[in-house]
């Protein structure tokens, strides 16, 4: 069984069996209003010093309804663990309580961190999902741990750091035939069936994306045909080239026609360029102190003002927020727009690390006022 046929070929199929298959209509989004290209969100349900994690929670329901409303495409959970500033260890349960307070809205990982977990166990969770929510559900996967290298040991047990680098694709290989139940009869795995799932019934999946901060992910994203998501929120400076690798090496296949690649950007908007800045410079020195074995809960706006940076902090942290697009909404469209267009990427997906909930909310209000944004069927006012 090689890597890239399994994958592929088990989206050919599923990508044929009808609308709730994994073909273009469930990827592609609509832009809304003025915006460039769809909109969405990615989600780290950051906590703020003073907050706790079931505040963080409850904001990324009131996110997920706001953006279910003014015609942001999907809301997707990324997967940290060992970070006291944020409260997504488990993106799949988190996904399951915003699929039971929204309608609409495409929801997913952004991803799972498919090295810490079972394939069957992915399978099973993201099956479980498209049962609670058809036809809504996203399953985007990385390489990396989404932590430090003791928190990865505690997640996998022994033996399982060091792995090969082919070992990505063959377990993205294994979890495709969970997802479609269709091992070979001669496989180990041939009567192993993630329920809920295909065992039980024709049934649709959810489309598969690859995530990543390098070229590897681009390339293999490219080669099976599928979306791809790049992080530029926090690795700007290989954007064009991963890009350029995934469109270079992107084959057609029943999922996809053509490449489709969105991109995660730092973004806060406020009402004045002062409360942006405030509240940008608290994700940044939570970044800061990350970066340096220091994790902690998001600093508020006048502790990140009165720290004392050094030099080199200063550089650091002048570097980071000169990636977040942040100001006034007309002074964020602006940038978003430039960044779709230096890009062409096909979405963008706004992630905001602030140390307020509700500061987070108003930005992808915001947002959508710039544009004029609502929802398909939605009157505006």
């Known amino acids: 069984m090689s890597d890239t046929g399994a994958v592929g070929g088990a989206g050919a199929g599923a990508g044929a069996g009808g609308a709730a298959g994994t073909g273009t209509g469930t990827i592609r989004g609509a832009a809304r209003g003025r ?47 060992s970070m006291p500033g944020v409260a997504s260890s488990s993106p799949a349960v988190i996904l399951a309580h915003l699929a039971a307070h929204t309608s609409r809205i495409r929801l997913g990982s952004g991803g799972v961190m498919l090295p810490n977990h079972a394939p069957l166990a992915v399978a099973e969770q993201f099956g479980t999902l498209e049962a609670l929510a058809p036809g809504r559900i996203d399953l985007g ?21 060091d792995e090969a680098a ?5 377990r993205l290989a294994e979890l495709v035939r969970f997802l479609d139940d269709d091992f070979p009869d001669a496989h180990p795995y041939a009567r192993v069936h993630a329920v809920p799932g295909p065992v039980q019934g024709p049934t649709g999946r959810p489309p598969l ?32 080239p991963a890009l350029d ?70 550089e650091f942290v002048d570097s980071w927020l000169a990636n977040v697009v942040h100001g006034t909404p007309d002074e964020v469209a602006a940038g978003l727009d430039a960044l779709a267009k230096r890009t062409g990427a096909d979405e963008l997906m706004l992630t905001s690390s602030a140390h307020s909930g509700a500061a987070r909310l108003r930005s992808y209000e915001l947002v959508a006022d710039a544009y004029g944004m609502v929802a398909e069927g939605t009157r505006a006012d």
């Open 35 to 81: 915006a460039p290209v769809p909109l969405s969100v990615l989600d780290l349900v950051t906590v703020g010093a003073g907050s706790t994690a079931t505040e963080a929670l409850r904001t990324s329901v009131a996110i997920s309804q706001l953006a279910e409303a003014r015609g942001y495409h999907r809301h997707w959970v990324a997967e940290h663990h």
């Open 141 to 161: 996967l990385g390489r990396a741990p989404g932590t430090d290298g003791r928190a990865a040991a505690a997640l996998r047990g022994p033996g399982r750091l």
């Open 209 to 240: 994306w690859l995530l990543g901060s390098s070229g590897f992910s681009a390339r293999l994203a490219g080669e099976l045909g599928l979306p791809f998501a790049y992080a530029h929120h926090f690795s700007a400076a290989g954007t064009l």
């Open 245 to 314: 690798l995934y469109r270079q090496s992107f084959r057609p296949s029943a999922v996809l026609d053509a490449p489709y690649a969105l991109i995660g950007v730092s973004t806060l908007a406020a009402d004045t360029d002062g409360d942006a800045r405030a509240q940008v410079l608290t994700g940044a020195l939570s970044m800061l102190r990350l970066r340096s074995g220091r994790p902690g809960l998001i600093p508020s706006p006048e502790e990140a003002a009165a720290y004392d940076y050094t030099p080199l902090e200063r």
């Open 166 to 170: 082919d070992e990505f694709p063959r």
